[in-house]
């Protein structure tokens, strides 16, 4: 049990991802594109875990926001407007399955030579804190709302109009008949 709880991040993170990588590749071969649009939530959120066990909170929740319901609903409108029965049978990789398996094997063979490059033997440790200049430290999310509403208040509010123009955009386009 205690090799259990001293390994459970290094668990953790193989089990994710795995899991990750998995459901991205459900997403391209799978033929339905609703199983599809599943198995890239599936990876979105497999990957905010990942974030979540390198103590990356605000990514993480950035992650599930943006990806997993931003980008995830513009997907299914997109799938909902797509009239899936009219479509022509498509064969996957039409023609071109020699040169698939071969990236795929070259693939294969330069993340396999990467990991056994790479030393695992380092275990999962917290960052270090950021330090306010009174001395005050703080956590990963307050040090990102610190310097995103000091330093980088100009570019965030430009960022902010971009898009809800693109948001009033897509109202108005959306609403057209």
């Not at 965030?156 to 008949?177: P, Y």
Request: with cysteine.
């Amino acid at each position: 049990m205690e090799a259990l709880v001293a390994n459970g991040p290094s668990i953790l993170f193989f089990v994710f991802a795995s899991l990750a990588v998995v459901s991205a590749l459900c997403v391209v071969l799978m033929r339905n594109p609703m199983y599809g649009a599943i198995s890239l939530l599936t990876s979105f959120l497999c990957v905010a875990v990942l974030f979540l066990l390198r103590h990356a909170e605000f990514v993480a929740i950035v992650q599930i926001f943006v990806y997993g319901g931003g980008i995830m609903v513009l997907f299914l409108f997109v799938i909902m407007l797509i009239n899936l029965h009219r479509l022509p049978e498509v064969r996957k990789f039409a023609g071109q399955s020699p040169v698939v398996i071969v990236l795929a094997l070259l693939l294969m063979g330069f993340f396999g030579w990467f990991f056994l490059q790479v030393e695992f033997d380092q275990p999962f440790t917290r960052p270090e804190t950021f330090t306010m200049a009174d001395g005050e430290d703080l956590g990963n999310s307050q040090a990102v709302a610190w310097a995103l509403f000091t330093r980088h208040l100009l570019p965030f509010e430009i960022a902010s109009i971009f898009l809800l123009i693109a948001m009033i955009g897509a109202v108005v386009l959306g609403r057209r008949q």
